[in-house]
């Protein structure tokens, strides 16, 4: 059963970390005795759906009144975000019977019922996530084929539309970082003892006291008896490229190897079909994606990021953070 509370063990006489009660602490079974993380919508709110798609058709402004079946469901995202499980799903937007355009409309449209939508790379609000790589030169993992970390992007909640799935391979998994962490506390403390100290993370913008484009971050942490995971491992490898940026030791290589094998192990995989909405906590929750077995190009996402309002206290360091703190003169 879910609750609306955070709450973690604190006696440390018997352990060395605090254990994760947190809700967002899953393992596949409970997802499995607590289906309200997945929901098929309903005939209303296909009808409210619909309605968005008819707005964007003819140019108007797609948002989805106070009041409407639609907005209650996306209240109840919210909380299922905030202080559930950390994942909620929605199925059944007839992609076929509307184009790109109006899709993303209605994607964004319902991410507004979130949170705000925060600039991705290139300046956009609303990305298109599509294996390409011949013109990838960064090798940037949404424009990849191959098999993606187990990792959570550095905004408070990230969004995917589907439009098209990929022919073969490509899979969702997805994992509690929670649950993740209770496993290393308990069978791999020594990887969770480095995993909690600071990584050097890859930022967008300058930071605003030094001016580098990195951070410090640990991977994992419990501050002020609340969970959280800095799962980077992309932003960390970028950081390696950065002046000033020390080597990564061997055992933080060896840790963060670690911490990927166990989220293979608790991860709960998913098959994406058109028409799903995917909303991950980036705090508590990890994603992935397998290698595309044929054609990669076939498979086609839309993505957002959201800041959402009162949501886990991070770590002073942190990119959403800094963002908020004014730029030292230099």
Same mark, same amino acid.
């Given at each position: ?6 709450a973690?063990?604190t ?13 967002a ?7 499995g005795r ?5 929901? +098929? ?24 009144? +106070?009041?409407?079946?639609?907005a ?21 937007l ?22 705000e939508?925060?600039e991705?790379?290139?300046? %956009?609000?609303l990305?298109?996530v599509?294996?390409?790589e011949?013109?990838?030169p960064?090798?940037l ?5 191959g098999?993606?970390?187990?990792h ?9 539309l ?6 073969c ?5 997805f ?7 209770n496993?290393?506390?308990? +069978?791999?403390p020594?990887?969770l003892?480095?995993l ?7 930022l967008q ?6 001016g580098?484009?990195w ?6 942490s ?21 002046t000033? %940026? ?10 963060l190897?670690?911490?990927n ?17 995917e909303?991950?906590?980036n ?10 077995t ?6 086609h996402?839309?993505? %957002?990021?959201?800041?959402?309002? +009162?949501?886990r ?6 990119p959403?953070r800094?963002?908020r ?6």
């Amino acid at each position: 059963m879910l609750h609306d509370t955070i709450a973690f063990s604190t006696d440390s006489s018997t352990r060395e970390f605090p254990r994760a009660s947190d809700p967002a602490a899953w393992t596949p079974a409970d997802l499995g005795r607590s289906p309200g993380w997945l929901h +098929d919508f309903t005939p209303n709110e296909l009808t409210e759906l619909s309605a968005l798609s008819r707005a964007a058709r003819r140019g108007e402004s797609a948002s989805v009144p +106070d009041g409407s079946f639609l907005a209650w469901q996306m209240a109840r995202t919210g909380r299922e975000l905030r202080s559930g499980v950390g994942v909620r799903i929605l199925r059944g937007l007839p992609v076929e019977a509307t184009t790109p355009r109006e899709a993303g409309m209605a994607f964004m449209a319902l991410s507004r019922r979130l949170g705000e939508p925060m600039e991705q790379s290139r300046g %956009v609000t609303l990305a298109h996530v599509r294996a390409d790589e011949e013109n990838n030169p960064q090798g940037l993992g949404f424009r990849a084929a191959g098999t993606l970390p187990f990792h959570a992007d550095l905004e408070d909640v990230i969004g995917f539309l589907c439009l098209r799935a990929a022919r073969c391979g490509g899979t969702r998994r997805f994992a509690s970082a929670a649950t993740v962490y209770n496993i290393l506390a308990t +069978d791999h403390p020594d990887q969770l003892r480095v995993l909690t100290r600071p990584f050097h993370v890859a930022l967008q913008q300058p930071h605003p006291d030094h001016g580098h484009s990195w951070t410090r971050l640990p991977f994992v942490s419990v501050r002020d008896g609340v969970f959280n995971a800095c799962a980077y491992p992309v932003h960390i490898k970028r950081a390696q490229r950065l002046t000033g %940026v020390p080597a990564l030791t061997a055992a933080q290589s060896r840790a963060l190897e670690v911490f990927n094998q166990v989220a293979d192990r608790v991860a709960v995989s998913l098959e994406l079909r058109p028409g799903d909405f995917e909303y991950f906590n980036n705090h508590v929750v990890l994603h992935s994606r397998t290698r595309f077995t044929g054609d990669g190009s076939q498979r086609h996402l839309l993505r %957002v990021w959201l800041s959402m309002a +009162d949501f886990r206290p991070l770590d002073p360091e942190h990119p959403i953070r800094l963002r908020r703190r004014p730029s030292v003169s230099r």
